[in-house]
């Protein structure tokens, strides 16, 4: 477990806990793939909009020196 392990089975092998511990496993790496990609997907948002407020700030401060 100090190496990275999430878990273990033991024997003699019970299939129907192997099947549900394997089944566990694969949700979780599901769902950290998920959040992963929404991580990515929220960051991309945050730089579109971070370019869109630097042009609208842009703008703002020509209007403001021509006034």
């Known amino acids: ?3 990275g392990a999430n878990d273990y089975v033991t024997e003699p092998i019970d299939h129907p806990m192997l099947l ?3 089944e566990a496993q694969l949700a ?12 990515e997907a929220l960051e991309l ?15 703002l401060s ?6």
Not at 28 to 39: D, P, T
Request: hydrophobic fraction near 45%; charge should be positive.
């Open 45 to 59: 948002r945050a730089q579109e909009r971070t370019v869109k407020l630097f042009a609208a700030n842009q703008a």
């Open 62 to 67: 020509r209007e403001i020196a021509e006034r």
């Open 28 to 39: 979780r790496r599901r769902a950290k793939v998920a959040l992963s990609r929404a991580h």
């Open 1 to 3: 477990m100090k190496l």
């Open 20 to 22: 549900a511990r394997i």
